[in-house]
């Protein structure tokens, strides 16, 4: 039904009970970034980050400008003791890179530990990690523009716009670079080190960068636990070490 109001000036406009058509909200402007597939070498990921071998796996190291850093530290506990480490895929998001890398870290009992790993080249950063459902060592992913997906057996993760939302780790700081909180006379100390050393290993440990015997006793190294290399002998945490191998 329509009907007439004057407006003024001897003119009219006509209503109507008809309901107003709603204008549709436009759409979010699609991205204009998408995700880039990077060249994955032994020693190279896309030209930006390198793979080094370490005793007992690999580190993933990239060149800031405050130094070359190994970006695993923010991923596992335990960067020297992952067995072995397979950069899987790689992607470029902008200033972004998005890594999918699997590590032995768990022996036989998950033969492939795969980890999303997102770095920011802006801030020099990891700024995210997820480990990816399962344990096979087949991953499979799949890019389509601002979106990533990627999947193990188990169920798949998606990732948008190079981010993964887990927070990275902060890497342990080592006992070399801790301060000591002792407040004994140096004197005393060495006296008491040396103690040690005859209550722990047969002598002074001059081979402390020898393989350790496999992931574990990598770990064991790490924690600062008596650890014992590939030919047998066994390292203590004082710095001493067996005069010959232990079965």
Request: aromatic letters at 6%; glycine letters at 10%.
């Given at each position: 039904?329509?009907?007439?109001?004057?407006?003024?000036?001897?003119?009219?406009?006509?209503?109507?009970?008809?309901?107003?058509?709603?204008?549709?909200?436009?759409?979010?402007a699609?991205?204009?970034?998408?995700?880039?597939?990077?060249?994955?070498s032994?020693?190279?990921?896309?030209?930006?980050?390198?793979?080094?071998?370490?005793?007992?796996?690999?580190?993933?190291?990239?060149?800031?400008?405050?130094?070359?850093?190994?970006?695993?530290?923010?991923?596992?506990?335990?960067?020297?003791?992952t067995?072995?480490?397979?950069?899987?895929?790689?992607?470029?998001f902008?200033?972004k890179?998005?890594l999918?890398?699997?590590?032995?870290?768990?022996?036989?009992?998950?033969?492939?530990?795969?980890?999303?790993?997102?770095?920011?080249?802006?801030?020099?950063?990891?700024?995210?990690?997820?480990?990816?459902?399962?344990?096979?060592?087949?991953?499979?992913?799949?890019?389509?523009?601002?979106?990533?997906?990627?999947?193990?057996?188990?169920?798949?993760?998606?990732?948008?716009?190079?981010?993964?939302k887990?927070?990275?780790?902060?890497?342990?700081?080592?006992?070399?670079?801790?301060?000591?909180?002792?407040?004994?006379?140096?004197?005393?100390?060495?006296?008491?080190?040396v103690?040690?050393?005859?209550?722990?290993?047969?002598?002074?440990?001059?081979r402390?960068?020898?393989?350790?015997?496999?992931?574990?006793?990598?770990?064991?190294?790490?924690?600062?636990?008596?650890?014992?290399?590939?030919?047998?002998?066994?390292?203590?945490?004082?710095?001493?070490v067996?005069?010959?191998?232990?079965?």
């Amino acid at each position: 039904m329509t009907a007439a109001v004057n407006v003024g000036c001897g003119k009219t406009a006509e209503t109507s009970d008809k309901p107003v058509e709603k204008v549709a909200e436009s759409a979010p402007a699609a991205p204009t970034v998408s995700y880039e597939p990077l060249l994955v070498s032994d020693g190279s990921v896309g030209n930006t980050f390198s793979v080094q071998p370490l005793e007992s796996g690999n580190a993933i190291n990239y060149a800031s400008r405050a130094g070359v850093m190994n970006i695993l530290e923010y991923v596992v506990e335990y960067p020297d003791g992952t067995g072995y480490v397979n950069v899987e895929k790689a992607y470029s998001f902008g200033s972004k890179y998005l890594l999918i890398v699997s590590t032995g870290e768990n022996g036989n009992s998950c033969p492939a530990t795969t980890y999303a790993i997102a770095f920011d080249s802006k801030t020099e950063s990891v700024t995210g990690k997820e480990e990816i459902a399962g344990c096979s060592e087949t991953v499979e992913s799949l890019s389509d523009g601002n979106k990533l997906t990627v999947k193990k057996e188990g169920a798949a993760s998606v990732f948008y716009n190079g981010e993964v939302k887990q927070a990275p780790r902060t890497p342990a700081v080592s006992a070399d670079a801790a301060p000591s909180k002792s407040n004994e006379e140096p004197g005393k100390v060495a006296a008491k080190n040396v103690e040690i050393k005859k209550m722990m290993g047969d002598v002074v440990d001059d081979r402390p960068n020898a393989k350790p015997n496999g992931a574990n006793e990598a770990k064991n190294k790490q924690q600062g636990k008596p650890w014992q290399d590939v030919d047998g002998f066994v390292h203590f945490p004082d710095g001493s070490v067996s005069d010959g191998p232990i079965d």
